[in-house]
């Protein structure tokens, strides 16, 4: 056997992204993520998924996602010293990402020993900022489109994939064969970042599949976004969006300050509640170079592409705090894109009784998250310990959606020159999955199955 590849992650489900690629001695690991969502997945951020962590030789890391990077602080508190190679943007992106999730996981197992919520005598948080810290020091940027050797007999390459800022397609060649994998596929025609990047050939394809049972909206989101805060205006209550520190809160301040330009919602003050978020907007400012024709355009006429009229920043706690006496209208942007953890979790604490807020998903809400429950029309939300009564509207959209969808992932494949040998669907639920290698096998005749976990395969 030249090389093996095992799924220790995002196979059956969405999180908790790692591949673990070996060949001749040599151990790759391809993402490095967090498991999230169900407690079950939760759970297996604690029972040690990659065997003898200090034994591995490099990290592949696709983008700074907490889904694809987020267990890298435990990975070098258990041993790892290897190098962790990913794009510049995606460096400067686990910079802030990284110390934030220790600050989190500190922040919660404080709260649960506080509070007596745990099963654990005393609650631990998985990793602290020193091993984010350790973690952050084996960071190696690589540009794209330049070919290097994360290890003797391997060569990497990373191309833009579309999805966030430094997102990769990462491409390994060892023995020979030829592995790809799709990392989290951008979109098409979509604001702020390029289009994916065409690949041309793969033995073996790791293909995502978060959407591959779905078509998104043929609009862009406008209509929902502009509805939610229409309402929050009339009402004068809040509008509350769970978003994603990264990728998703700058498509979103993009999209409302296109709106207020357009005249198309009123122009109400506007709280970005998010550290990272302020940070990762500002580090987005700084990598034009990934920015489509239209975000370039706007820089160029001497506009912020990413600030809203009234536009205000929530750096620390007590700004955040504040917001609770502050009467509406009004939008709060703040964290997790989930509702999983985050200052979003305050703000949903406080105003998910109240008639007169508004939330608004604008993102993949994963099965067993805060975010799912209110979508699937949760009449109580358990916060904090306690069960949160929801009188707020609650809508949604997936039209600001980082992922490709079905025919989106379709179109990326299609630009293959020779089908690969074999293909996988991984980070989707099953179903989606399933649909998307039903799909893939019907539309493009490839040979294609959906990873199992902890399954291994030869290449």
Not at 41 to 59: C, G, Y
Not at 133 to 149: H, I, N, Q, Y
Not at 237 to 255: E, K, M, N, S
Not at 420 to 433: D, I, K, Q
Request: neutral net charge; proline residues 6%.
């Amino acid at each position: 056997m030249t090389a093996s590849l095992t799924f220790l992650g995002a196979a059956g489900t969405v999180t908790g992204a790692k591949f673990l690629l070996e060949s001749h001695g040599s151990r790759l690991l391809l993402e490095c993520g967090m498991f999230q969502g169900l407690r079950e997945l939760r759970e297996r951020n604690w029972k040690d998924p990659i065997p003898t962590p200090a034994t591995l030789s490099a990290v592949l890391l696709s983008h700074a996602h907490i889904d694809h990077s987020g267990y890298l602080p435990r990975l070098a508190r258990e041993g790892f010293a290897g190098p962790i190679f990913c794009s510049p943007g995606t460096a400067d992106l686990l910079a802030i990402m990284l110390p934030d999730a220790a600050r989190l996981q500190e922040e919660e197992a404080e709260f649960r020993n506080r509070t007596g919520a745990t099963r654990h005598a005393p609650a631990l948080p998985l990793f602290n900022p020193d091993d984010a810290a350790r973690a952050l020091g084996l960071v190696t940027t690589t540009p794209f489109d330049r070919e290097f050797s994360p290890v003797p007999g391997a060569v990497a390459r990373f191309t833009m994939s579309g999805h966030i800022l430094g997102a990769s397609v990462v491409e390994v060649v060892v023995g020979g064969r030829r592995l790809v994998y799709s990392g989290d596929l951008g979109r098409y025609d979509v604001p702020v970042m390029v289009d994916p990047a065409a690949v041309a050939s793969a033995d073996t394809l790791l293909i995502e599949s978060t959407y591959g049972n779905r078509l998104h909206p043929a609009d862009d989101g406008s209509a929902v976004i502009t509805q939610a805060v229409t309402r929050a205006a009339e009402r004068r209550g809040w509008l509350v969006i769970p978003a994603f520190a990264i990728g998703r809160t700058q498509d979103l301040l993009y999209v409302l300050r296109q709106l207020e330009e357009e005249q198309r919602v009123p122009r109400l003050p506007t709280y970005l509640d998010s550290p990272m978020g302020i940070e990762a907007t500002a580090i987005y400012a700084r990598h034009p170079e990934e920015h489509d024709a239209d975000t370039t355009k706007i820089t160029a006429s001497g506009k912020r592409p990413f600030v809203p009229e009234q536009f205000h920043l929530c750096r620390t706690s007590d700004d955040s705090k504040r917001l609770n006496a502050v009467e509406g209208p009004g939008i709060i942007i703040a964290g997790s894109g989930m509702a999983t953890g985050g200052r979003v979790l305050h703000h949903l604490r406080q105003r998910l009784p109240d008639e007169r807020t508004t939330v608004l998903f604008v993102g993949y809400q994963a099965a067993g998250t805060r975010g799912r429950l209110l979508r699937d029309g949760a009449q109580r939300l358990r916060i904090f310990g306690e069960d949160v009564p929801v009188r707020a509207a609650i809508m949604s959209t997936d039209a600001l959606s980082a992922h490709a969808d079905q025919a989106e992932i379709l179109r990326w494949l299609r630009g293959f020159k020779r089908a690969p040998t074999m293909t996988y669907c991984v980070h989707g639920e099953p179903a989606a999955a399933a649909a998307l290698r039903d799909a893939i096998e019907r539309q493009l005749g490839w040979r294609c199955a959906v990873a199992a976990d902890r399954q291994r395969i030869e290449l």
